[in-house]
C-alpha cells in the first residue's frame, strides 16, 4: 500500500513538473529575461476619427521572480517605461502590460498560463499569496488562461463558467481564445521566427475589444492589436527586442 501511495504521488509530481516544463519552454520565466517593446495608442479625445490623440512609448520587462503556491508557480516581471509616456486612459486596453503596470505577476497552472492581461491574475507582494478573489476565480472557473501551451492551429481554450458581474458572450463550450493561424519567419518577430496567431472569439477580453496576439515560442509575446471598436481606441505592440537570461 505505502508503494502504490508513493508510485502515485511520484506519477502526480511528475506530470505537474512535465506541465510547468511545457510552459517553460514557451514562456520564458528566468530571472533576468528582458523584452522592450514599442506601443502605439490612438484615442479618441474629441477630435473625431480625422484627429485621433496619438501617443507612443517604450517599455522594459525583466523577470525578478518566481514563487510556488498552492496553485501553481508564480512569475513576477518589472515593467518600467523607458521612452515616451502611456496615455492617461488606463481604460483604453484592458492590458496592465500595455498601460505599463509596475509590477505584473503570471500564474503557471498546469499547462496554462494566466497573465496580468486578461486572466488578471491578483497576487499580494506581502505574503506571496494570490489574492481571495482570484483563487475564487480559479476555483469556480470564471477566469480563462491567456495562454495553454503548446499552441497548435485551431486549438481553443477559456472559462468554464461566465464572469459573474458583467455580461460576456459565451461561445460554445466556453472558448475564449483560439490559434487562429501560424506564419513561419514572421517579419513582426525580431528574431523572424514562426508566431502563432491567438485572438479572442468571445468578448472576454471587454465588450467591443478584438485582440490579436502573435506568440513566439521561447520569447513570447512579440505583436498584439488591441481594437475598441465602435469607438477610436487601440492600442499596437510590438516587441523590439528579446535578450535571455545569462545561463548560469
Known amino acids: ?34 523584452w522592450i517593446y514599442e506601443h502605439i495608442s490612438r484615442i479618441n479625445n474629441g477630435g473625431g476619427q480625422t484627429h485621433p490623440d496619438v501617443q507612443t512609448w517604450k517599455t522594459e520587462e525583466i523577470t525578478i521572480g518566481s514563487w510556488t503556491v498552492p496553485e501553481g508557480t508564480v512569475v513576477g516581471r518589472q515593467v518600467r517605461v523607458i521612452e515616451g509616456t502611456p496615455p492617461p486612459d488606463a481604460a483604453l486596453s484592458p492590458s496592465p502590460t500595455l498601460t505599463a503596470a509596475p509590477s505584473p505577476v503570471y500564474l503557471i497552472r498546469g499547462e496554462c498560463l494566466y497573465g496580468p492581461e486578461y486572466g488578471e491574475a491578483g497576487w499580494n507582494p506581502l505574503d506571496r499569496q494570490l489574492t481571495p478573489d482570484f483563487r475564487k476565480g480559479l476555483s469556480v472557473g470564471w477566469l480563462s488562461p491567456d495562454f495553454c501551451f503548446p499552441l497548435i492551429a485551431h486549438k481553443k481554450w477559456g472559462a468554464l463558467h461566465g464572469l459573474p458581474d458583467w455580461s460576456v458572450t459565451r461561445p460554445e463550450l466556453a472558448k475564449d481564445w483560439e490559434v487562429v493561424g501560424t506564419k513561419t519567419h514572421d517579419r513582426s518577430a525580431p528574431d523572424l521566427q514562426e508566431t502563432f496567431h491567438v485572438a479572442n472569439i468571445s468578448s472576454y477580453p471587454g465588450a467591443g475589444f478584438t485582440v490579436d496576439i502573435w506568440f513566439e515560442k521561447g520569447v513570447g509575446i512579440v505583436r498584439e492589436d488591441d481594437i475598441h471598436h465602435g469607438t477610436i481606441g487601440e492600442v499596437r505592440t510590438r516587441l523590439l527586442s528579446f535578450e535571455p537570461a545569462p545561463k548560469r
Open 1 to 34: 500500500m505505502r508503494f502504490s501511495l508513493w508510485l502515485a504521488a511520484f506519477f502526480i509530481s511528475a506530470g505537474t513538473t512535465s506541465a510547468q516544463n511545457t510552459v517553460s519552454n514557451w514562456f520564458p520565466i528566468h530571472v533576468g529575461d528582458k
